[in-house]
């Protein structure tokens, strides 16, 4: 428990204001420092009478921004006098013309900016509780879309918002489980890719590793526990392998550091996931660092990279499929180096080798671009990337994104690939035959049927590789189908198909609503516009013209109309998981409107204790286990109230972090029933083995063992 102490406190306060200038990098004047003080006085004050979660005084979080704003990032002092206010005009009496009247226009737009993402992705969020009203969708995507403007002008904007959010997890102890998860799922569906698209890669990576520690603490700890066990291990190779390296370089004399880094506890963690391998089969947990100090010329620091290339594999014999130039073509968000794997003594090594200037570039991307502006081109491209990504969050049609397709579309990794003549084309990682088509022209995306890569046939949905060339081969008598919308992942190719399917959709709308008719007349219903939404609202069409397509398209839509007004005397469920299907009665002539699904939920879960305990007979909230991952009793749960009820997920698993990240007030804290109570639940069994004469007959007698 925090114990207050106000004479240490401001003894504190006054060490931490002056570590923000040991390791200041840019020059820094009489009248620079005097500026600082004057915004660290007015921020002291604002803030005299606040305290965190923790109990500690507020005035030691824009503090520890400034701190990393200058040490992390490498800023200058508009940077740090906006990180010592970047929560005053929020949280206290002063406004924007008071910081405009103080500290100047620039000061006061950055705050601005500041205070607007915050709104869209804040603490206010951050206090929703389920008695509040879910906020719709589309102003949902509004907020994203303006959240992302908000930097667009000045990227220090995003730059000061990454250092309050690196220090917002390293202390997010202090909150309650469910913020924990909410502020953790936000960070890692969009802070940290942010961070990776602007270069930031020590930032993306903290931000990662410390959202992974609080959405899965067990497996975390498990990871760090066998880094801590193996790191005299590694150290002992890491040492032997750079001794001949050092040697060589020594005498070339080359000024240079050689370190190993161990690889994040996140990535080894995707790691080990997308290869099923368990933590001691991954061999490259750690990489070998070389940087070394030479002359910004882009030729020389390009021949110093190839000639320590030669170096070492002319010690160490190399992987050729894991070599990477990214010296000669440099990834979108700026990074250059040299990655090789190496074999020594039977184990693969990665060696990573880059200059100074580019080492800077790596750790802190976009902010290192201002100090080397001229040197080189890479600056141009990550300018080139906030100039596009400005122009489509101010397109009127921006509102057909979601924040999936902005993620997917801007902050992904990327790949080249190239037309037949030769014409580069740019498209996010994973994207495919169907993404590239679409590039190049609509109307060649729309009759697409396959395609050559690299003179090998493929279908309209395989992934593309970085560096491949792609030939699109066309029917005229092909048309979009609403499965392509699975097969895309650029915004663009999605919303060129949704145009598509929205405009044939169109043209069924009177064939559909004819067919309706008569079917309702037969089955003696009455066709009335609410009668017409409760089927729409079962087969979770979002508007008349999806409903109307599909009554021309589905045979078995008597079928569905007999469910819905339970004609077979069959009482209804919604979508066939066991959930009463109330929306609203059914009377011949009036309409008695009643509460939806989603308004009962909330008013069962209003006089819920904290947590609902699942497997527990006596809740009458109704609740599934979520198909996507499927948690078993024993698993950290987080319950998410949708519009067909309450789903409970696992805390990993992706598709509830994308929605806790986005739908704050969608989040319950849910639990299994105590440990010695039986849950019955189904679930499969994976057995691997050596097949053996008799094999199955033993696993079989085993289980039937077990449940004597």
Known sequence: MYIIDEENEKKEIIKRYKRIFLNWKTPITTEDRWMIRKAF????????????????????????????????????????????????????????????????????????????????????????????????????KTSFQKMLLSFTDDARVLLIKFADRLHNMRTLDAMK????????????????????????????????????????????????????????????????????????????????????????????????QNKGLPFEEIYDIFAIRIVFDITTDPIIEKKACFNIYSIVTSLYKPNPERFRDWVSTPKSNGYEALHTTVMEKGKWIEVQIRSKRMDEIAEKGYAAHWKYKGIVENESRTDKWLNELRDVLQNPDAVNLDAKDLVARFLTDEISVFTPKGTQITLPAKATVLDFANAVHTELGHTTIGAKVDYQLVSINHPLKNGEQVEIITSAKQTPTEEWLSYVVTARAKDKIKVFLKEQKR???????????????????????HNVNLLREYLQCATAEDLFYQVCTRKSMPEYLKRVFNIEQRRPTFLGIGIPFVRKRIVRGKEEPQKTLTEQLYEQLKNKPESISLGDSNTDIHYQTATCCNPLPGDDVVGIVTAKGLDVHRTSCPNAISIMSQHGGRIVKAKWRAEGESVQFLTGLLVKGTDDKGVILSIVNVISEQRK
Do not use: W
């Open 41 to 140: 006085n007015l921020a002291v004050t604002a803030h005299k009478d606040t305290r965190r979660k923790s109990g500690e005084p507020y005035i030691y979080h824009p503090l520890e921004v400034a701190r990393i704003v200058v040490d992390e990032i490498g800023l200058g002092k508009t940077s740090v006098i906006c990180a010592l206010l970047h929560d005053v005009v929020e949280d206290t009496d002063y406004t924007l013309a008071d910081m405009e009247q103080i500290f100047g226009p620039k000061v006061a737009a950055i705050i601005d900016g500041l205070t607007k993402m915050s709104g869209y992705f804040g603490p206010e969020t951050l206090s929703e509780t389920i008695d509040s009203p879910t906020e719709p969708i589309s102003l949902q």
């Open 177 to 272: 489980r469910d913020k924990q998860l909410k502020i953790a799922s936000e960070t890692n569906f969009l802070y940290a890719p942010l961070a990776h698209r602007l270069g930031l890669y020590a930032i993306k990576t903290e931000l990662e590793d410390l959202s992974f520690k609080y959405l899965e603490p067990e497996k975390y700890a498990q990871i760090e526990s066998k880094l801590k066990e193996t790191e005299a291990e590694r150290e002992a190779v890491i040492e032997e392998f750079t001794k001949p390296i050092r040697t060589i370089l020594d005498e070339e004399r080359y000024s240079y550091t050689i370190a190993g880094r161990v690889k994040s506890i996140y990535s080894i963690y995707n790691k080990m």
């Open 507 to 529: 043209n069924y709308r009177h064939q559909g609503e004819e067919i309706l008719k008569n079917l309702f007349a037969e089955l003696n219903l009455e066709y009335t516009p």
